[in-house]
């Protein structure tokens, strides 16, 4: 395929293994069922990974299709399933209610491409200033996100269109913990994701760092990181 990754700003799952305050331990989890958003879909892949984290077989748990966050919250909260896994901010409403975090994906350092951009290789062999452009556009935007929190907020609350401050407020600060603010790509999180799925193929075949390492190597990430301070 013609398509590649060209910058990575979350390398990391942002998801956390959430249950039900009657479950105290992994073990209590066996013969249980569990919600995901879609089958086959990131959530699964989500709560497959962190089973293997946390010793238990993929039969282990019966994984069941129940839709958005508010909905496999709600499923949660009534003993319906034992676990889900959510990403802020959905993981601040569950906590709220006093649902359990018992793993949090970045916190046990699952790499995953979360956060991509992605370009077609001839485009950026043929448009490579204008590539460059882009990201320097997209890097000092990473910069603000990091340093000017309160302008962050109001765009997140815009176009998330969520009035809860508070849990903006925290999922800014989730986000920003493990966000790459040198957005390249992690080859580990590349593997994680292609799985079994690339056979014959290279891992660089599916990202190109270049043009973020050029911008690194004139030192525009440190400029730019500097001038908003």
Sequence with gaps: ADTVIIASSYNLMPYSFVVHSDIHSAA??????????????????AARLT??????????????????D?????????????ATVLAPPGLFVATSLGLKVMADLGDLGVKYPSAVMVARRSYVAQNRATVKKFLMAFIE????Y????????????????????????KSHDYFLKNTTLVPLT?????????????AGRKLEDFFDNSVVQELIDEGFVEKVSKSLR
């Design 186 to 198: 992690d080859a580990v999180a590349i593997k994680n994701a292609l799985a079994d799925k690339a």
């Design 28 to 45: 209590d989890l066996k013969g249980k069922r569990m919600a995901v958003s879609r089958l086959g879909g990131i959530t699964e892949f």
């Design 51 to 68: 089973f293997e984290r946390l010793g238990l077989g993929q039969k282990d748990m019966t994984l069941i299709q129940a839709g958005p």
């Design 141 to 144: 935007g990473l910069q603000v």
């Design 70 to 82: 508010a909905q496999r919250v709600a499923a949660l909260q009534s003993g319906a399933v034992a």
């Design 146 to 169: 990091a340093q000017k929190k309160d302008f962050t907020l109001g765009i997140m609350e815009r176009y998330a269109r969520l009035k809860d401050r508070e849990a903006m407020s």
